[in-house]
């Protein structure tokens, strides 16, 4: 059986997206020859954490796909999913059937971008479902399905590996008994963990672990993938990718047309905040939180921040070819003449700090409308008259 040290290999060559640092530590991982018993990847929505984390388990026990190993694999099977000693979990909500996961790990075996989170895409049928399921480890899950996963000897691998996806969301009886696991492991066991926050996880979970961060991806990458990998036309790749917020595996599903829609209703969105059209402001924050799930309304929030910088960069230089949306040429000349006084950038701050509270599901008809009330004051050069320690002071009739 190969050593890992004789090992040659670019990891992740075949898929994974950027990322060179984290790329080049897990490759120095395996060079060593000192492997850990748990890694925990750690990074922003989209920026590929469970991609990294199955291109290394594949790596761990020599299959050929993710990364191109050529003679060097010393496993006959074809990906992680065919392999008896990968094992790979997902948070779940509260009733979940077996062909349902089943199905979700076909399409992550398909492509390790493939979103299969179950509070990001609610349903495998219905791409424009909008509920929003709670998913999470239970410790009734724990007890029956991974920890027993854990005690498995290698059948055909060097390793045992278990794959927890999203472990922010273990309640904390499973992540006190899960801890358990991680305090006294056996000897051919790994863990690869992955979170978007890091910062909720018990830090001795955290201590436990080697950490690999990885971080949002540039615009460059996202529209080189977009182009190479999933077969967009240039134009459409390039404009999802200054949209996309780093974000490349939810942007694979938009779709550019309907994200232009989306702009259209974005700008007018912009002139509702400044003539204060209650109607229409009401109309569309519950327009966008009926129809788009939280990805989709972050989408918003991300055009909208690119949006607002145009208008920056163009009030500073003038430049068309400087800007993302220069088909919007005129509209933006006509705002920045028009509302010389705008505090821009205090604008595309009050959009980053909806972001937080729309995925922590505080209802998008909220956030979106105190934005806008925000907006109002900012479009006058003036500051919001909502405090930022009270954001849901966002109707003119509200009263303590």
Known sequence: MTSYKNLTFEFGNRRLVGQQFAREQIKRTIKSGRIGHAYLFSGPPGSGKTAFALAFAELLNGVDNITDLGEQAFSKKSSWFTHPDIHVFLPVPTSVSVEELRNRLELLKKDPYEV????????LTNEDSTSNKQAFYPIDYFREEIRPTAFLKPNEGKKTI????????????????????????????????????????????????????LSALGTDKIEQALIQRDGLPEEDAAYLARVSGGNYAMTRFFDAETLKETRQEIIEFLRYSYVQDAVNITETAQDWQSQKNIEGQIAVLNMMEVFLRDLLV?????????????NK???????????????????????????????????????????????????????????DDNPWEHLPAYTN
Do not use: W
Not at 344 to 361: G, H, R, S, T
């Open 162 to 213: 278990v794959i927890l996806t999203g472990i922010e969301h273990m309640r904390k009886e499973a992540a006190n008994a899960f801890l358990k696991l991680l305090e006294e492991p056996s000897e051919n066991l790994i863990f690869l963990l992955t979170t978007n926050h890091s910062e909720s996880l018990l830090p001795t979970i955290i201590s436990r672990c080697q950490h690999i961060q």
């Open 314 to 326: 163009y009030r500073s230089t003038q430049q068309k070819s400087l800007i993302t949306n220069a």
């Open 116 to 123: 299969v989170d179950f509070s990001l895409r609610p349903s």
């Open 329 to 387: 040429i005129d509209v933006i000349k006509n705002f920045c003449s028009t509302l010389s006084d705008a505090r821009l950038e205090d604008m595309i701050a009050q959009v980053n700090n909806c972001k937080p509270f729309i995925y922590q599901n505080v209802q998008g008809k909220l956030v979106f409308t105190s934005l806008a009330l925000r907006f109002s004051s900012l479009m006058r050069g003036n500051d919001p008259f909502i405090a």
